[in-house]
């Protein structure tokens, strides 16, 4: 198993910009999530999905968009990308046991 | 609402000295209570988890924690630490009627080793 893969690694992106974070677990979890780590501020929820087709916000969802077509993938969308948006984020999986795999990581930086 | 505190932003501990880390909760009832790790770089491990049962849980790589109700508390600890213990650790709860998705972090506690 490969377990929770994020791409990219880095990303720079300038104000205004869109992009796609992509994420992607072969565990099979019904259970997936979107964080931000910033300094000083542990990991807070953007949005999760407890399945295909749902996601619900979490306590910092202005500014993404998530889907979830498919129970393997979960990208994060940022539609005009700001500099507050500057953070690492961590996908994660988890099964019903609440167990979560995070992934490695996106260090995106937006000038 | 939840919320985690981990009171101690930065420790310094010698190679070889004991280690406890500290963690508050706030929740209405018992939440289901986790500690991870996270290296320089790196995305974060699972150490332990407490949902019920027995207070004291082990975990991986020698660690263990006390889960105790009336101080709402949740603290890391282990008897003699390793150089290669220094990095990022934080306390999480989850609500366990909302099971798998809904977790609340810590700000973390940064650990560094002294040879």
């Known amino acids: 198993n490969a377990g929770v893969t994020q791409t990219p690694k880095f990303q720079v992106l300038k104000t205004g910009q869109s992009m796609t974070l992509q994420c992607a677990q072969d565990m099979n979890h019904e259970y997936m999530s979107w964080y931000r780590q910033d300094p000083g501020m542990g990991l807070r929820l953007i949005h999760y999905s407890v399945g295909a087709g749902i996601t619900d916000q979490g306590e910092v969802p202005n500014g993404y968009n998530v889907s979830r077509s498919t129970t393997e993938d979960f990208p994060l969308r940022l539609l005009s990308a700001a500099p507050s948006q500057t953070s690492v984020y961590f996908c994660?999986?988890?099964?019903?046991?609440?167990?979560?795999?995070f992934g490695p990581g996106t260090r995106l930086t937006v000038t | 609402a939840q919320s985690v505190t981990q009171p101690d932003i930065h420790i310094t501990v010698s190679e070889g000295a004991s280690l406890e880390l500290r963690c508050n909760y706030s929740y209405g009832a018992t939440p289901y209570l986790f500690w991870y790790v996270q290296s320089p770089g790196q995305g974060l491990q699972l150490l332990l988890k407490y949902f019920s049962g027995d207070t004291l849980v082990q975990g991986i790589k020698g660690f263990e924690a006390e889960f105790k109700r009336s101080q709402s508390s949740f603290n890391l600890r282990k008897p003699s630490v390793h150089w290669s213990d220094a990095a990022e650790y934080f306390c999480a709860v989850a609500n366990p009627s909302n099971t798998g998705n809904q977790f609340y972090f810590g700000t973390g506690t940064s650990l560094t080793v002294i040879p």
């Open positions: 994660a999986s988890s099964d019903w046991t609440n167990k979560q795999y």
